[in-house]
């Protein structure tokens, strides 16, 4: 392990305070969530991002604290998934039958 040098130490405790001052908006979560029900191939459920983000770049011992975020599935009584199209197609792998 590489002791950091005064600056690199320095630029880290300016990162650490800014974010541990950040307060996210709602528009801050909405971007998350965004984030968190989307691969290349389109919207998938938020389990399969976590996952795939998970293969490709690994975890660590804070991978399952992170996992416990708060995205809530719900938007005004509905699912958010019945709201975006290619959930089931893209998490899944086959087309559904028409209800």
């Known amino acids: 392990m590489q002791i950091p040098t005064l600056q690199e ?3 880290l405790l300016f990162v ?3 974010l541990m001052r950040v307060e996210y908006s709602a528009y801050d979560r ?3 969530l ?4 989307a691969l290349a191939a389109g919207f998938c459920l938020i389990e399969k991002r976590l996952v ?3 293969l490709r770049q690994g975890i660590d011992e804070y991978t399952p ?3 416990q975020g708060d995205f809530n ?3 005004e009584g509905e699912s958010i998934y019945d709201l975006l199209p290619g959930v089931i197609e893209n998490t899944f792998g086959f087309v559904p039958r028409p209800r």
Do not use: E, G, T
């Open 73 to 75: 599935n719900q938007l």
């Open 30 to 32: 909405l971007i998350q």
């Open 65 to 67: 604290w992170r996992w």
């Open 16 to 18: 650490v305070a800014y």
């Open 9 to 11: 130490a320095r630029a």
């Open 34 to 37: 965004c984030d968190a029900l």
């Open 52 to 54: 795939d983000v998970a």
